[in-house]
């Protein structure tokens, strides 16, 4: 579990144009962004929330109730970095009413062991590349568009989650 921005910026892929006709990304030029909470499980499912503003507790409470909602009858183990959202006094009392989720800390300064930096990696450099929204409203549209087209290749989430982890 992760979260993430996403701005009006887009990434800059490489494109293809007609010899001679260099392309043009055409963008706001403007910093809004939208904020991401993510979640992989190791059966490739993808679970995404979008919102304007940043993820603080209550957010984070609010996704992990979303997962608890759609994984049913099982323990859920989030592993998730040493984030703020994570540390706060609200999300810890949640945990303590809650031992269905059991949460486990990454290594601190270890991006490349949370599965969900390799997603918000591959939806912001593939998925959403060169793309270039007027507002924040397309943007959150964007966003899900990307989260359905990568819904619909739980291959590709494996994969993607098989990425952190060390070699055998």
């Known amino acids: 579990m992760d979260e993430s921005a996403l701005s009006l910026i887009p990434y800059n892929a490489k494109s293809w144009a007609p010899v001679g006709k260099t392309p043009v990304l055409v963008h706001q030029g403007r910093w809004p962004k939208v904020s991401a909470i993510g979640g992989i499980t190791a059966r490739g499912r ?4 979008v919102r304007k503003g940043s993820i603080r507790g209550p957010q984070v409470i609010a996704f992990l109730k979303h997962l608890q909602r759609h994984i049913r009858r099982r323990p859920i183990m989030v592993f998730w970095d040493n984030g703020q959202p994570h540390r706060s006094k609200l999300v ?8 269905r989720v059991e949460a486990h800390r990454l290594p601190g300064y270890s991006p490349e062991l949370n599965p969900e930096e390799w997603v918000w990696a ?3 450099k593939h ?3 060169s793309f270039a929204p007027h507002d924040l409203k397309e943007l959150k549209r964007g966003v899900r568009l990307a989260v359905v087209r990568m819904r619909d290749r739980p291959r590709l989430v494996r994969k993607l989650a098989r990425s952190s ?3 055998e």
Do not use: D, I, V
């Open 122 to 124: 591959h939806l912001k």
């Open 165 to 167: 982890m060390p070699p």
């Open 46 to 49: 993808l679970y995404l929330k």
């Open 127 to 129: 998925e959403l590349a």
């Open 92 to 99: 810890r009392a949640y945990l303590e009413k809650n031992p």
